[in-house]
């Protein structure tokens, strides 16, 4: 299943159309999209949190009751809150990751934007940055760029662009891999 070309297909994909479905119609899309994003940073940061949402050794209600309590100091409560219970009372809570992406992608989706990720091996400058933004809304026909731009030194330089399902690695650290193996079947 597809919605304006974002992949719906499987468990996670279905939660989030039906979560994306709901919170359109309580125009509640934004306070929904920020509450998700805000567990996600929980996630992020607790390896308990992780482990309690990705381990099946939990029952649904402790789950719940645990999620309760994180909720509750996250200050995280509506849809979002009521949504994060039922997968946890549904036993899908291990698909919260990727519910909660595909639930971005369809609110980015509907506001017209596109996410991008760039890896670079320094931080980038504001005007490359921008420049970078302006390239990658130019190859979109001109929408808006959500961008994430990661630093990652192992690269040596260069940059690694995903946009969409695409890519472009044009880090040196592939290009140093390209000469290893062509010397390796010169010699």
Request: positive net charge.
């Amino acid at each position: 299943m597809a919605q304006d070309g974002v992949d719906l297909s499987g468990v996670a994909g279905r939660y989030a159309f039906a979560l994306y479905e709901l919170a359109s119609e309580q125009r509640a899309t934004e306070e929904v999209s920020r509450s998700l994003a805000a567990f996600q940073r929980l996630l992020g940061e607790s390896a308990d949190l992780r482990r309690l949402v990705a381990s099946p050794v939990f029952t649904a209600a402790e789950q719940v009751k645990a999620l309760d309590a994180v909720l509750r100091a996250a200050e995280i409560g509506g849809v979002a809150a009521n949504f994060i219970r039922l997968v946890a009372t549904k036993r899908r809570l291990f698909a919260l990751p990727d519910i909660i992406a595909a639930f971005q992608r369809l609110d980015e989706k509907a506001k017209g934007l596109v996410s991008a990720e760039a890896i670079v091996a320094a931080p980038l400058r504001p005007d490359h940055e921008s420049s970078l933004r302006q390239a990658l809304s130019a190859a979109t026909g001109g929408k808006t760029i959500n961008l994430n731009v990661k630093t990652d030194p192992s690269i040596v330089g260069g940059i690694i662009v995903k946009l969409g399902s695409r890519m472009v690695d044009a880090s040196v650290k592939t290009k140093l891999n390209a000469i290893r193996t062509r010397m390796k079947e010169v010699g």
